[in-house]
């Protein structure tokens, strides 16, 4: 089913929707929960919150691009789920990645004054890369897939990976404080 018509099926509160998307895009809000949680039970779970988020976030809004959205809702939840389950222990792969993303941000504590600015800086800065880096760059930082993963299904060595992430986020650091994003 296409996803106009999804989203139209939320609109009209048919619980279809939640069959329909979930046939549609089970297995990649699966594979973008499991990347952050590493446990098969926490990513079931947090897939079905994920379309319970759906649920109640349509409407009002009406997204266009339905997977973007449920990738944004998922790894919301799963992030959420991470954090609360690591306040005593931390998992090394996705607190790793977390930290190396933190990095780039010039003054980190600093609030941003408006997201949509720093949303339109990263899009720009990502529209700058070329393919593969930004395939690395969101791989990592997006889907937190580990440097192994990456490196493996890139056909790239770890230490060729770690590299290009590491330059990347240099200039992903200088790209957001030259577009004066931060306080």
């Known amino acids: 089913m296409e996803d106009e018509?999804?989203?139209?099926?939320?609109?009209?509160?048919?619980?279809?929707?939640?069959?329909?998307?979930?046939?549609k895009y089970g297995k990649y809000c699966y594979t973008i929960a499991y990347n952050i949680l590493r446990s098969r039970e926490d990513s079931d779970e947090c897939v079905n919150d994920t379309w319970n988020g759906a649920w109640n976030a349509m409407p009002p809004e009406r997204p266009t691009k339905l997977q973007c959205f449920l990738a944004r809702i998922t790894r919301n939840i799963a992030i959420d789920r991470y954090r609360y389950d690591s306040a005593q222990k931390r998992g090394a792969e996705v607190e790793s990645a977390i930290n190396e993303y933190w990095e780039c941000i010039p003054n980190g504590d600093s609030s941003i004054q408006d997201e949509y600015v720093l949303k339109q800086a990263i899009n720009g800065f990502l529209e700058s890369l070329n393919v593969r880096t930004r395939v690395i760059f969101m791989r990592r930082y997006w889907y937190s897939m580990s440097v192994k993963d990456i490196a493996d299904?890139?056909?790239?060595?770890?230490?060729?990976?770690?590299?290009?992430?590491?330059?990347?986020?240099?200039?992903?650091?200088?790209?957001?404080?030259?577009?004066?994003?931060?306080?």
């Open 153 to 183: 299904s890139m056909r790239l060595s770890e230490s060729h990976v770690s590299v290009i992430l590491h330059r990347t986020r240099n200039k992903f650091k200088e790209y957001l404080t030259k577009e004066g994003v931060f306080v």
């Open 5 to 23: 018509k999804i989203v139209t099926l939320y609109w009209e509160r048919n619980e279809d929707a939640i069959r329909e998307t979930e046939q």
